[in-house]
């Protein structure tokens, strides 16, 4: 069975400075995907940023970039820039490509609650 | 795109009731799936209907159950509430057939079993 591993149950950053955020998983599979989501008070889970395994170039999204390590299983994110908008609960989570039954199907982390300090 | 909304947001009930949480999905999405979210965790996946069928369940007893309609509406029914219940119970819609499709997640049923 597929884990996430969030290490860092909390983490705090200076506005306008960068943080990153760890995530490990476990897999035995190949093919699959890997997501950060974003929660905030609101409670909506928001999509941060997305990689496909099978893409060796780490994902990009404005000032959200990830360090993805395949073969070390280690999928961090990269804050860069922070504001206080970015302060909310953040998510790893690993979709697996496999079936179709996996779909809708993410396994998350235990999360790291981000303080942004202004 | 109307995303995906959840009523009721917040609802109270005594161990034993039954309840039923419902949900919109985002129109064209043809898969939803529902998750347990409990406090200061990461959410945990109770199951997905694709095409009004549920395809999929993670570890998750028989009395929580649900329904897909086609009109994109579904819904969760848990019998026999415990208090280990009460949570957080997001809904998430998405398209299969797309590759790394990703999940448009509701703002959630706050669910407090008394």
Redesign the interface.
Known sequence: AQT?TQSQPEMSVQEAETVTLSCTYDTSESDY?L?W?KQPP??????VI?Q?AYKQQNATENRFSVNFQKAAKSFSLKISDSQLGDAAMY?C?YRSARW????????????TTLQVKP | ETGVTQSPTHLIKTRGQQVTLRCSSQSGHNTVSWYQQALGQGPQFIFQYYREEENGRGNFPPRFSGLQFPNYSSELNVNALELDDSALYLCASTYQGSGANVLTFGAGSRLTVL
């Open positions: 996430v995907y997501f989501y609101s409670r909506q889970m928001i999509l997305r496909e998510f989570a179709s039954s996996n779909t809708g199907k993410l396994i998350f982390g235990q999360g």
